[in-house]
């Protein structure tokens, strides 16, 4: 048994050394192939110049330049940039190394301690409660049973709403260490994230699909909770500020629609402005309070960036956990 683990750890070594060495060669020749982008405004003095020297002759015309899609954030699947064979490559070896370095050290672990072995978490939780005692405060709160109508997929709606919403957060933050505010640096840093960044399409494609899914999943959790009458006392509350969270979620769309800086995102910008500025009594002021004045200029997309970034995220963040105490403190309503 021991010659049979022995082997079969030596065959891990030598699969995914190949593994890696295959990897790193692949990515090299990729790169070396792509080679850098052509420099046009070279090219089309050089162009120019060698039009000038054969006069009258017919020669072939240059390769135009590439030209802005007025649209960028409608082509974000990135088929033609080449990014999902290497994401695919560094999940698939990256997870059989993870795999097998855990194996290894699990068995170092048990060979050496002879005892069962513990998960790392369980490691890490045992040693704060050693020091904090907090499993006893806790367990209260976590430790209560869930019936087993509870236990149907569309009471998850709303955890599924939350956990889209970090997948916002974190893919966002990745995004603003490329994006500028600014309408010379916004499409640009767009199109430099979709383009010259790693993986950069494809966190901006995630960033877009889980927006989207987060709006469908805060609709589907209301419609639930209005047809099982959960917004009856004692839960008026819980209605209200479910309420203010699907608010913040249509900011959330409505700003980060602008960011782009495209014709469309200009327009539909301009569009939902205008059906807000004619709301009866504050129309007017909230017109204007959104535009940073009467048109969209600069100052909006600094102020659309600042509320999608700075304001909103804590709204959300806080109306989220007073929203999570209370169906936590009274429980979710029982079906009709």
């Known amino acids: 048994m021991k010659k049979l683990s022995r082997r079969m750890m030596i065959i891990g070594i030598i699969i995914v050394v190949a593994a890696i060495s ?3 060669t692949t990515e090299r020749a990729y790169s070396s192939e792509l080679g850098e982008s052509p420099d046009w405004t070279t090219l089309t003095e050089a162009g120019a110049a060698e039009a000038t020297y054969h ?3 017919n020669i072939a015309a240059l390769p135009p330049p590439p030209n802005q899609d007025p649209c960028l954030h409608c082509h ?3 088929e033609e940039k080449g990014i999902w064979t290497p994401l695919i490559r560094w999940v698939t070896f990256g997870s059989m190394g993870l795999i097998f370095l855990f194996g290894t050290v699990r068995s170092l672990s048990v060979w050496k301690s002879r005892e069962q072995w513990k998960p790392i978490a369980t490691r890490v939780w045992e040693w704060i409660d050693e020091r904090y005692d907090l499993k006893d405060p806790l ?3 976590l430790n209560k049973p869930v019936p087993q109508w509870q236990r149907r997929w569309w009471y998850c709606l709303g955890g599924l709403t939350a956990f889209l919403f970090v997948v916002q957060g974190v893919t966002g933050t990745m995004l603003a260490f490329y994006y500028q505010p600014t309408p010379e ?6 199109q430099f994230i979709e383009t010259q960044v790693r993986f950069g399409a494809a966190i901006r494609a995630i960033h877009h699909w889980s927006a989207n899914g987060m709006v469908l999943m805060v609709v589907a959790h209301m419609a639930r909770v209005y047809v099982n009458g959960a917004f009856r006392k004692p839960r008026e509350l819980n209605w209200v500020s479910g309420v203010i969270l699907f608010i913040t979620t249509m900011g959330f769309g409505l700003t980060g629609y602008l960011l782009p800086w495209d014709q469309r995102a200009y327009w539909a910008t301009t569009v939902a402005t205008e059906i807000a500025g004619g709301i009866p009594a504050i129309g007017e002021l909230a017109l204007v309070y959104m535009r940073v004045g009467w048109n969209i200029t600069s100052l909006t ?3 659309f960036y600042a509320l999608h970034i700075l304001i909103l995220p804590a709204l959300i ?6 929203h999570f105490i209370m169906v936590r403190k009274q429980g979710i309503h029982k079906p009709l």
């Open 22 to 24: 295959f990897s790193i």
């Open 76 to 78: 974000i699947l990135g």
């Open 139 to 141: 367990s209260k709160f």
């Open 55 to 57: 006069q009258g002759e």
């Open 317 to 322: 963040v806080g109306m989220m956990l007073l």
């Open 301 to 303: 997309l600094s102020r």
């Open 185 to 190: 640096g916004a499409y640009a840093s767009i």
